[in-house]
């Protein structure tokens, strides 16, 4: 597949879309795709209306998505659900943050809980990873075999890590998390914002514990 503009990317198996190929439109997220033979997954849906649109000039039609993982239930990650309406692929969220998406979107049609993801997942050669901390039911979602971790807005590249003072948000959760996150091996680290990393994520994901354990009280 050609690559539309400079802000996309591959990381391993994921193309990554920038946040910044959403700039101007609205406030965004990064947006990573994986294909699974004919059809394509989307993680987190970013904060673009058009994302349909974005995806087609890709080569992505909307008919071919098979499923929407999101993260945490923030209006930029979720937002662009809308534009895939009309296709409406199975978005999967946390029940803990789905009134927070149903904030932004309201009454899509298909959704689940990652309890009903798991087949799916294992298929991906992924699995889902409670984080709470930025949102009661942010989840990351962990490559075992690339050693891959798509983390939402609990952990980005450089040290930083994820808000807590927004409702639902939990210093101890964030604290627990980050913990539990720096437990394992990340070589590529595909955060909800800012840049990736395609090595050393572990690296990342230590520096943010120490920034957290000195910034919030668990
Ligand atoms: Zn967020």
């Known amino acids: 597949?050609?690559?539309?503009?400079?802000?996309?990317?591959?990381?391993?198996?994921?193309?990554?879309?920038?946040?910044?190929?959403?700039?101007g439109v609205s406030i965004s997220s990064n947006v990573y795709v994986l294909r699974d033979e004919g059809s394509f997954y989307?993680?987190?849906?970013?904060?673009?209306?058009?994302?349909?649109?974005?995806?087609?000039?890709?080569?992505?039609?909307?008919?071919?998505i098979a499923g929407v993982f999101l993260t945490h239930g923030h209006y930029d990650h979720v937002r662009g659900l809308e534009s895939l309406r009309e296709y409406?692929?199975?978005?999967?969220?946390?029940?803990?943050d789905r009134q927070l998406m149903e904030e932004t979107v309201r009454g899509y049609p298909s959704c689940s809980d990652f309890?009903?993801?798991?087949?799916?997942?294992?298929?991906?050669?992924?699995v889902s990873i409670p984080t709470p901390g930025h949102t009661p039911g942010s989840t990351c979602f962990y490559s075992?075999?690339?050693?891959?971790?798509?983390?939402?807005?609990?952990?980005?590249?450089?040290?930083?890590?994820?808000?807590?003072?927004?409702?639902?948000?939990s210093d101890s959760d964030m604290l627990e998390s980050l913990e539990r996150l720096s437990?394992?091996?990340?070589e590529s680290l595909l955060p909800g914002h800012g840049p990736v990393a395609s090595e050393s994520g572990s690296r990342h994901i230590l520096d943010a514990l120490s920034c957290a354990k000195g910034m919030l009280r668990g």
């Open 42 to 64: 989307i993680f987190d849906a970013s904060g673009h209306k058009s994302l349909l649109s974005y995806l087609a000039s890709m080569g992505i039609h909307g008919s071919l």
């Open 144 to 169: 075992p075999g690339e050693y891959l971790l798509i983390s939402g807005d609990t952990v980005f590249t450089d040290g930083y890590f994820g808000r807590t003072d927004l409702p639902g948000g």
């Open 88 to 96: 409406s692929p199975t978005a999967y969220i946390s029940s803990r």
């Open 1 to 23: 597949m050609a690559l539309p503009s400079p802000l996309v990317s591959r990381v391993g198996r994921f193309l990554v879309i920038h946040e910044e190929s959403f700039a």
């Open 115 to 126: 309890s009903e993801a798991k087949e799916v997942l294992s298929r991906l050669g992924l």
């Open 183 to 186: 437990g394992m091996r990340v």
